[in-house]
Structure formats: C-alpha cells, structure tokens
C-alpha cells in the first residue's frame, strides 16, 4: 500500500477514473474508507486539504487532457 507523497501522486494520476480505480491502483483493493483516511492524512502532511478525491485534479491536468482532444480533432469539419 503507499503512503504519504507516492500515495498523492497516484491517486492523483487515477483521479479521472474515480476513486474505486485510484484505491486498487495504489494498493488498497477494495478498501475505499482506509484509502480515504491514508490519503486526506498523506495531504494533511504536506499541507494540502481535500474533500475528495477530484480535488487533487488540478486545472493543469484539464487543460493537458482538453489539449489532447484538439490534437485528434479534425482539421476542418469536412475532413476527418
């Protein structure tokens, strides 16, 4: 199970796909209320404060994944 920073930065990469996928890929299976207490304790440590896991979303993350979907977009709309 990870612990303190690793803890943050991967729940935080598994943010988007809800927090049963962050807790299972950080080593927590099913156990979503442990994770829960590890990870608002981990954000505690570091001087961060959350409610819930789409907290640790930050907007850099949005604009990266908005940027990826106007890279696939067609360039006009007749042409795909």
């Known amino acids: 199970m990870l612990q303190g920073i ?3 930065n991967c729940a935080k990469a598994n943010a988007r796909q ?3 996928t962050a807790a299972q890929q950080s080593g927590y ?3 979503i209320d442990l994770f829960k207490e590890k990870l ?3 954000c505690e440590e570091i ?3 959350i409610d819930e ?4 979303i930050t ?3 949005i604009a990266k994944e908005k940027r990826k979907i106007m890279d696939i977009s067609p ?4 042409k795909l």
């Open 59 to 61: 907007d850099q993350q």
């Open 29 to 31: 299976g099913q156990n």
């Open 75 to 78: 360039e006009t709309a007749t």
């Open 40 to 42: 608002i304790k981990a």
């Open 18 to 20: 809800g927090i049963i």
């Open 6 to 8: 690793e803890l943050i």
């Open 53 to 56: 896991l789409e907290d640790l």
């Open 47 to 49: 001087g961060v404060n």
